[in-house]
């Protein structure tokens, strides 16, 4: 059962955090590019078919080297566990006893996998999944067979709890309260037990739609921030930034018209100040904070998301230069999450196709609703994923993308 962390004795010394492992091959990183979108995929033989783990440049049974990543069943069984009671790396010395298991998988390969506290003894059946580890990258997971969800999640076991950014008992800071995504990401990280909720909003002296409902909700406490603001930025960061666990940025500033259609350079400096200066002065000021709580226990900080858009993998002219600061701030979202990963912060960015807010409103369906926005990023904080495309536009164009991105800019362009 997860328990409500303790407070941090100010009188002890900081502890600076450690991570387990994290030298991959090159081949090995196609497993942590798969666990990064939550999949679990395998190498399988494009001629024979073998399914094979670990990585190879070869396959084991054929020799060929005609290897694609692919879905594979999770379903396996347990043959053998273990109890690691001594180690020599310092991550997993600071959390022992650590259990282990060996599983031989449905579809072919015998795989070492973490093993959730509730899966029992050997032999049984377990389902195997794919996540990333407090360095970044993949590692294999068991869980039990057969148990919902809510009773196998990963937060509630003392190991798993290393792979995931479960928002239960955390205290969470949201840059803007003021749209509607902004008000239903709040509700559901209240809802999922979020301890106390930082709602931001940057027009302090103007009530907006929705400010009572927020402000009647226990956990949530508003504060004035402006992500345009270095000044009012570095105050709330003195403020509550030593107290943050997971920090949403979801400030945006979006408008449609690309280039030609709109004269000056006002709007898209507007939207560059927001989505990509305001990301930088955040990180300039709640990152330094956020790294340093990184070894804090079960109060640590532990993810940091962004709320960016699928137009930020290739320009969509009618939104264009709104794609163009989306870019920007995916660029300099990689270099936060550089810069935090040696503290085991995640972060996680978030591709969402066309919301359905009054910007798109020209934009024919599907669109993703504010409410399925927030859910997805909730689920993403528990499986500790870190990269979210939320709807069928978001899933279609990362297709394309990934299969041909200059095919897609040419789609885009007619």
């Known amino acids: 059962m997860l328990e409500r962390p303790k407070r941090k004795n100010p009188v002890l010394r900081t502890r600076l955090p450690t991570l387990p ?120 997971v068991a869980l039990p067979s057969g148990l919902p969800p809510q009773e196998s999640n990963m937060a509630e076991d003392r ?20 749209t509607a995504t902004g008000q239903a990401l709040v509700k559901a990280l209240a809802a999922a037990g979020a301890d106390l909720i930082w709602v931001g909003h940057s027009e302090p002296w103007k009530k907006f739609a929705g400010f009572d409902e927020l402000k009647a909700l226990p956990q949530v406490t508003l504060l004035p921030l402006d992500v345009t603001d270095s000044k009012n930025v570095r105050e709330v960061a003195a403020e509550i930034g030593g107290k943050v666990d997971i920090l949403v940025n979801n400030a945006e500033y979006h408008r449609a018209y690309g280039i030609g259609n709109r004269s000056g350079v006002d709007t898209a400096r507007a939207e560059m100040d927001v989505n990509y200066f305001g990301l930088l002065r955040l990180a300039q000021e709640f990152g330094p904070a956020m790294r340093g709580r990184g070894a804090d226990g079960l109060a640590s900080a532990t993810a940091w998301v962004n709320l960016l858009s699928i137009y930020a993998l290739a320009n ?37 196709g066309p919301l359905d807010d009054e910007w798109n409103q020209l934009l024919p369906p599907p669109k993703v609703a504010p409410a399925a926005l927030a859910s997805a990023v909730v689920k993403a904080l528990r499986e500790g994923v870190e990269d979210l495309y939320p709807g069928d536009v978001a899933q279609e164009w990362l297709a394309r993308w990934r299969d041909n991105p200059k095919a897609l800019e040419k789609e885009l362009s007619t």
Not at 160 to 171: Q, S, V, Y
């Open 316 to 352: 969509f002219p009618p939104h264009g230069t709104f794609s163009a600061s989306k870019a920007a701030a995916h660029s300099l979202s990689q270099c936060l999450r550089a810069e935090m990963r040696p503290a085991g912060v995640r972060v996680i960015n978030v591709f969402p």
């Open 159 to 178: 190991q798993l709890r290393e792979f995931t950014c479960d928002p239960k008992f955390r205290k969470v800071l949201i840059t803007d309260g003021k």
């Open 21 to 140: 492992p994290a030298a991959r091959s090159r081949i090995a990183l196609g497993l942590t590019a798969a666990a990064a979108l939550g999949r679990f995929e395998l190498q399988q033989c494009r001629d024979c078919g073998t399914v094979q783990y670990p990585p190879r440049e070869a396959c084991q049974k054929c020799l060929s080297i005609r290897l694609d990543w692919k879905p594979q069943p999770q379903d396996g069984e347990l043959l053998s566990d273990t109890v690691l009671h001594h180690s020599n790396d310092l991550f997993f010395r600071e959390r022992l006893p650590w259990r282990l298991g060996l599983v031989k998988l449905d579809c072919g390969p015998t795989v070492v996998a973490h093993l959730h506290e509730r899966v029992a003894r050997p032999p049984g059946k377990v389902v195997v999944a794919a996540k990333l580890d407090r360095a970044g990258q993949a590692v294999l």
